[in-house]
C-alpha cells in the first residue's frame, strides 16, 4: 500500500505532460512513463495526449496485452487521489475546449459561405 506522499491529484498529473517528463492516470494509479515513451509501440504522442487526465479509458481501448499490463508496472509511482471533487479534474481535453468550439465556428461560416456563393452563381446563371 502507497504511504500518503504516494497520492497525486490531476494537477500534479497534468503538470507532466512533456516528453521529457510524462505521467498518466490508468485504473487509479499514477505512473511515469517519461523513459518509455521512446519505446511505446503506438508512439509517443499517443501517451502524451493522455496526459492530465484519467487515461484509463484510451488504454482500455487500444486493447493492450498483458505483457503490457505487467511492464506498466515499472513505472507505477502512486495512487491517483480520488477526493479531488470532479468540477476540478480539468485535463487535456478541457484545456482546449475553447479551440474545439472555434473549429465549429469556422465550419459554420464556411458552409454558410459556400451557400451565399452557391446561391449567387445559381440567380446569376437564370
Same mark, same amino acid.
Given at each position: 500500500?502507497?504511504?500518503?506522499?504516494?497520492?497525486?491529484?490531476? $494537477?500534479?498529473?497534468?503538470?507532466?505532460?512533456?516528453?521529457?517528463?510524462?505521467?498518466?492516470? *490508468?485504473?487509479?494509479? *499514477?505512473?511515469?512513463?517519461? $523513459?518509455?515513451?521512446?519505446?511505446?509501440?503506438?508512439?509517443?504522442?499517443?501517451?502524451? =495526449? =493522455?496526459?492530465?487526465?484519467?487515461?484509463? #479509458?484510451?488504454? #482500455?481501448? =487500444?486493447?493492450?496485452?498483458?505483457?503490457?499490463?505487467?511492464?506498466?508496472?515499472?513505472?507505477?509511482?502512486?495512487?491517483?487521489?480520488?477526493?479531488?471533487?470532479?468540477?476540478?479534474?480539468?485535463?487535456?481535453? #478541457?484545456?482546449?475546449?475553447?479551440?474545439?468550439?472555434? $473549429?465549429?465556428?469556422?465550419?459554420?461560416?464556411? *458552409?454558410?459561405?459556400?451557400? *451565399?456563393?452557391?446561391?449567387?452563381?445559381?440567380?446569376?446563371?437564370?
Amino acid at each position: 500500500m502507497p504511504t500518503l506522499s504516494n497520492f497525486y491529484n490531476i $494537477q500534479d498529473a497534468s503538470n507532466h505532460n512533456t516528453k521529457d517528463d510524462c505521467w498518466i492516470i *490508468v485504473d487509479g494509479k *499514477v505512473y511515469d512513463v517519461t $523513459q518509455y515513451l521512446d519505446d511505446h509501440p503506438g508512439g509517443d504522442d499517443v501517451i502524451l =495526449a =493522455a496526459t492530465g487526465r484519467d487515461a484509463t #479509458e484510451d488504454f #482500455e481501448d =487500444a486493447g493492450h496485452s498483458k505483457s503490457a499490463r505487467e511492464l506498466m508496472e515499472q513505472y507505477y509511482i502512486g495512487e491517483f487521489d480520488t477526493s479531488v471533487p470532479i468540477s476540478t479534474k480539468k485535463g487535456f481535453s #478541457e484545456k482546449f475546449k475553447h479551440l474545439k468550439n472555434k $473549429q465549429y465556428l469556422g465550419i459554420s461560416v464556411a *458552409v454558410v459561405g459556400i451557400s *451565399v456563393v452557391v446561391g449567387f452563381l445559381y440567380i446569376r446563371k437564370k
